[in-house]
Every structure is written in C-alpha cells, then in structure tokens.
T-cell receptor, first 112, second 114 residues
Framework: QKEVEQDPGPLSVPEGAIVSLNCTYSNSAFQYFMWYRQYSRKGPELLMY????GNKEDGRFTAQVDKSSKYISLFIRDSQPSDSATYLC????????????FGQGTILTVHP | KAGVTQTPRYLIKTRGQQVTLSCSPISGHRSVSWYQQTPGQGLQFLFE???????NKGNFPGRFSGRQFSNSRSEMNVSTLELGDSALYLC?????????????FGNGTRLTVT
C-alpha cells in the first residue's frame, strides 16, 4: 500500500463548477501538507501549504486537513479552463527534510 | 525574483552513457532536493543537499549521485544509464532545511535514454 493515495481521475468539469480533490495517507508523522499544480511540460507549482489540521483559504482555493482521518482536500471554486492541470498532493514530517511524499496526481480538465 | 533554473531542458542519451544535470536554486535558498518523475511511479525523492552535504537520500541505486556547491547550485549525475532512467528530473529549492520550509520546483530536465 502506498503511503499517499490520490485518485488519478481524470476529472472533467464545466467552467464555474466547484472541484474537490482528495488524498488519504497512512503515515502519522506527516505534519505538513501541500498541494501542487503541474501544467504539461512544466514543474510542479506550489498552490497551498498547510500545517497540521484545519482549513486554509487563498482566493478560489481552500485546503482542508483532517489528521484524525488522515485525509486532505483541495477545493477549487468557480473553476476556470486555466485550472486544467494535474494536481498533486504532497506531505512531509519528522526529520525527512527536503523529502516530500507525493500522491499520484489527479488530472483535471475544466471545459468552457 | 527568478525561480529554480534547470539545464538542460532536454537530453537524449544512449544506454551505458553518463549524464550531468544542473540546478540553480532561487536566490537565497540553501537547500536543494532532486526528484524523478515517471508516469508509472510518479514523483520520487532522490536526495537532498544542504551546506554542500547530502543530508537525505531516497531508494535509488548508487549510479545516482549529486553534489552541491558553496553558492547552493547543485548537480546530479547518473552513470551507466539504463532505459528505465528515462524520466523528468526535477530540482526543488527551499530557504532552509526543515519541514516548515516549502519546496519550489524548477521545470525539470527531460532525459530520454535510447
């Protein structure tokens, strides 16, 4: 079993929809949780960065972490065609500095 | 502020050769990590460098190595290339060495081994 599980999709939604992306994990040592967006032929771009449980909002993006359930989510409101990309969850914790454990990535397409 | 810069963007090598990839971190960032991305395995951690010393290493064979220079720039080397080494190699930098210092990635070097 992988340490981090992420539904690869693909996910296809109409413009303006609310998108929900999710990851589950098994390692209790994870304390830092990130969401990256990766466009084709580009590197991952940091979208959201959260510590421990709770919610964090940044514009149209909201990240949620539930450590008791080992579950994290990213919500995208009013989705746009420019949001079409692969979304990767990533986690770190303990003393494994510089080492992130990634989910497989979810491919999202927002169609006009 | 310039992001993480990786060179070259694309490389084609044949089996048995060796290759060196270069990474310039964001100005002021002192920690550099390397990742391999493939369609089958996703993003996998290779190693992390801080203050010119390898601090952390992933589960890759010894053919994969790296180094960091005093200006924080980093290189990774792969010797005796195999077909399975074809991948996108990503470099990431962070301000300091700690889980509370988020990683910022470059656009990668696409390596194709024939």
């Amino acid at each position: 079993q992988k340490e981090v599980e992420q539904d690869p999709g693909p996910l296809s939604v109409p413009e303006g929809a609310i998108v929900s992306l999710n990851c589950t994990y098994s390692n209790s040592a994870f304390q830092y949780f990130m969401w990256y967006r990766q466009y084709s032929r580009k590197g991952p771009e940091l979208l959201m960065y959260t510590y421990s449980s709770g919610n964090k909002e940044d514009g149209r993006f909201t990240a949620q972490v539930d450590k008791s359930s080992k579950y994290i989510s990213l919500f995208i409101r009013d989705s746009q065609p420019s949001d079409s990309a692969t979304y990767l969850c990533a986690m770190s914790g303990g003393t494994s500095y510089g080492k992130l454990t990634f989910g497989q990535g979810t491919i999202l397409t927002v169609h006009p | 502020k310039a992001g993480v810069t990786q060179t070259p963007r694309y490389l084609i090598k044949t089996r048995g050769q060796q290759v060196t990839l270069s990474c310039s971190p964001i100005s002021g960032h002192r920690s550099v990590s390397w990742y391999q991305q493939t369609p089958g395995q996703g993003l996998q951690f290779l190693f992390e460098y801080f203050s010119e010393t390898q601090r952390n290493k992933g589960n890759f064979p010894g053919r994969f190595s790296g180094r960091q220079f005093s200006n924080s720039r980093s290189e990774m080397n792969v010797s005796t290339l195999e077909l399975g080494d074809s991948a996108l190699y990503l470099c990431a930098s962070s301000l300091w060495r700690g889980s509370d210092s988020p990683l910022h990635f470059g656009n990668g070097t696409r390596l194709t081994v024939t």
